[in-house]
């Protein structure tokens, strides 16, 4: 059964850092895109992030450019989200997601074949 499980989230004040962890199991994702999604109330889920299985590439959002940095560790089938100057606007519900075969960092939802249950982020001003 294959699982990405988040941890990391929390509350935290504007300007602050966090750092987001998935932990994936059930199969590889070495060869796989890993990247990271966000919902807040009341909005559509919104990309954030994604890495390509080497890491060797990734992309950002506008919104997240500059701020946040995604890495993966694939040795230990993780992949990370750190995140800095936080904002008020960047409390969500932060989703870890994953392909299963395809190693392209891919900015849509419907590319993603695994997601996590999701993390809370709260940034307060």
């Known amino acids: 059964q294959v699982q990405l499980v988040e941890s990391g989230g929390g509350l935290v004040q504007a300007g602050g850092s966090l750092r987001l962890s998935c932990a994936a199991s059930?199969?590889?994702?070495?060869?796989?895109?890993m990247g990271w999604f966000r919902q807040a109330p009341g909005q559509e889920r919104e990309f954030v992030a994604a890495?390509?299985?080497?890491?060797?590439?990734?992309r950002y959002s506008d919104s997240v450019k500059g701020r946040f940095a995604i890495s993966r560790d694939n040795a230990k089938s993780t992949v990370y989200l750190q995140m800095y100057s936080l904002k008020p606007e960047d409390t969500a519900v932060y989703y870890c997601v994953a392909k299963r075969l395809d190693s392209y960092a891919a900015a849509i939802p419907t590319a993603y074949d695994y997601w996590g249950q999701g993390t809370q982020v709260t940034v307060s001003s």
């Open positions: 059930g199969r590889t994702f070495s060869r796989s895109a």
């Open positions: 890495i390509s299985w080497s890491g060797g590439n990734s």
